[in-house]
């Protein structure tokens, strides 16, 4: 079993940028690729990015391609996810999850494939 915990989420204004964090404790990280996800009130769940176990492949989705960057501390069993120009539309709660197959790839939005989940860390942005 893998437990993951997000944090970093608050409220920025539009323009801000925040850093998250997914800790993991269990099993070590590096077995894992690991993704981040998010959802917007009302919205389904969206893929943001992914990182294979060695950190070598990172995966995007198109809406925050250049402004968000995925990176991992193997070490530290730590996951990040930094935020830059930020945008009204990234509000949302943000989640990380790990993937026993570590490879990583571009997840689909509904997460198939994802093994454990964390509770998530909200990120307002205001206008």
């Known amino acids: 079993q893998v437990q993951l915990v997000e944090s970093g989420g608050g409220l920025v204004q539009a323009g801000g940028s925040l850093r998250l964090s997914c800790a993991a404790s269990?099993?070590?990280?590096?077995?894992?690729?690991m993704g981040w996800f998010r959802q917007a009130r009302g919205k389904e769940r969206e893929f943001v990015a992914a990182i294979s176990w060695s950190g070598s492949s990172t995966y995007y989705a198109d809406s925050v391609k250049g402004r968000f960057t995925i990176s991992r501390d193997n070490a530290k069993n730590l996951v990040y996810l930094q935020i830059n120009s930020l945008k009204p539309e990234d509000t949302g709660v943000y989640c990380c999850?790990?993937?026993?197959?570590?490879?990583?790839?571009?997840?689909?939005?509904?997460?198939?494939?994802?093994?454990?989940w964390g509770k998530g860390t909200l990120v307002t942005v205001s206008s």
């Open positions: 269990g099993r070590p990280l590096s077995n894992y690729a």
């Open positions: 999850a790990a993937d026993r197959a570590g490879s990583g790839r571009p997840y689909g939005n509904d997460g198939s494939g994802m093994n454990y």
